[in-house]
């Protein structure tokens, strides 16, 4: 009796955590170290990132310090009538002593252009596009990244199929205090994240604190990946917002204070209050750590958060909550105070982009009805904003060589909806 009860729940539990069928979840995969082959003075791990109206920042790093920090930019490959220059850090990490971390603004730009570039007076041209002046605007969508082999197959996957601007929910290299990890990250992802902005948050693998001699954290994090906070009036790197095309998104920190006394507190107040819906009418948030789980893995971990910040964002009418930390794709229905509330957010999880830890396989059972689709895959998210009212959500798992849609939904703003105003 003992051994059927037992295979019983082993049924139930592969059916919970097998939401589709047919498809074989492949295991973890080997880590990705990717080694500079370019020279000292050359820039390595080069990135952009939105930096406010019609402006983007430059960011890589060079081994040589004496680099100057600047970039010379154009429309036509090879000729470059404007230049900027900006700033660079360097930090140590016990042993570790970082190359020097250039970051440039360069602007204003013209909208949906193809722009070509340099840094620091050496290496390879570098391109990217600036998003459109209006709709549609597409995300691309994926969290907790890592450098593994899986993260290499959601890159080319994301990188297969155009976007404006990826968005991140924390968790970017891993590292885990292995500071040439976090060169590595950068220029695994430089083909990308050169090409397009790419507009992150932290995640608890991006805190490296050590008592006494590093209390505060992302001493890598806030050096390597400068957010436009200043330009959203925040006081931290660790929150912030932006508006592009027709869409405001609020970064927020789970990892930094969120009470009603908080810096972030008052700032995020401050910045849902400035939102204006007929300029903005969708409303997104990035948070790391879920404030809705089904998940076994990180359970109850964003709770003192959503009691904090839940009611503003409700009010607010925020659109999506997305979130990663949890090593698996689930979708909620829109739910505030964990009850269907039809002009509350959709909560999506999307911390599958393929770290090193592997997936999260186990959800509890049953799946609660806020709950509506959930799968522990690989894979990464596309947000489509159509136009003021109208958006495209879809999840594409990584399938080897294919991407593959396994869930999709279609949104309506809240902006729109006439009981939520
Ligand atoms: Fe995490």
């Given at each position: ?33 990717r ?11 080069v ?9 983007i ?8 310090k004496n ?19 900006g ?11 970082s190359?020097?971390?250039h ?30 002046v ?19 197959s ?9 976007y ?6 924390g ?14 990250f950068?220029?695994?992802v ?50 912030y ?5 027709g ?21 995020l107040?401050?910045?849902l ?53 949890v ?25 599958d ?27 990464h998210?596309?947000?489509?904003v ?14 080897d ?17 006439t009981m939520?105003?």
């Open positions: 009796m003992e051994l059927f009860s037992s295979r019983i729940f082993f049924f139930i539990l592969f059916i919970a955590t097998s939401c589709s069928s047919e498809y074989t979840r492949p295991g973890p995969r080997h880590l990705v170290f080694k500079n082959d370019r020279s000292d003075s050359e820039p390595q791990q990135h952009i990132s939105l930096a406010g109206q019609d402006h920042r430059v960011s890589w790093v060079t081994s040589d680099v100057q920090s600047i970039v010379e930019y154009g429309k036509t490959s090879g000729k470059y009538d404007a230049s900027a220059t700033e660079s850090i360097s930090y140590r990490y016990l042993f570790y002593k190359g020097e971390n970051h440039v603004k360069i602007g204003p730009l013209e909208s949906n252009t193809t722009y070509y570039y340099k840094c620091g007076g050496s290496g390879p041209e570098f391109s990217f596009r600036t998003p459109p209006a709709f549609p605007i597409e995300f691309a969508v994926a969290g907790d990244l890592g450098q593994t082999e899986w993260t290499q959601t890159l080319t996957h994301i990188g297969s199929m155009d404006d601007v990826l968005l991140l929910p968790d970017l290299s891993y590292a885990d205090f292995q500071q040439p990890l976090w060169d590595s950068g220029r695994l430089e083909p990308y994240a050169s090409a397009r902005p790419w507009m992150v948050t932290e995640g608890n693998h991006d805190i490296e604190k050590m008592p006494i001699i590093y209390p505060h954290g992302f001493k890598a994090y806030n050096a390597r990946w400068p957010m436009p906070y200043q330009e959203s009036g925040s006081a931290s790197n660790l929150y917002s932006f508006d592009v095309v869409v405001h998104i609020i970064m927020l920190g789970s990892y930094t204070d969120f009470d009603a006394n908080s810096d972030q507190y008052k700032w107040q401050n910045d209050a400035s939102i204006d819906r007929a300029k903005t009418p969708w409303v997104f948030a990035l948070i790391h750590a879920p404030w809705y789980n089904t998940n076994l893995a990180h359970r109850g971990e964003g709770e003192n958060m959503r009691q904090a910040l839940e009611q503003i964002l409700y009010k607010a009418r925020v659109d999506v909550v997305f979130t990663g930390h090593h698996a794709y689930e979708r909620f229905t829109r739910v505030y105070d964990n009850n269907v509330d039809h002009c509350a957010p959709i909560h999506v999880t999307i911390g982009g393929g770290n090193k830890e592997g997936l999260a396989r186990m959800f509890n059972i049953p799946s609660p009805s806020i709950s509506l689709y959930r799968e522990p895959s690989f894979g998210g596309r947000l489509r159509f136009n003021s009212t109208h958006a495209h959500w879809s999840w594409h798992r990584n399938n060589n294919d991407t593959v849609i396994a869930d999709e939904i279609w949104l309506k703003s809240l902006s729109s909806t939520c105003k």
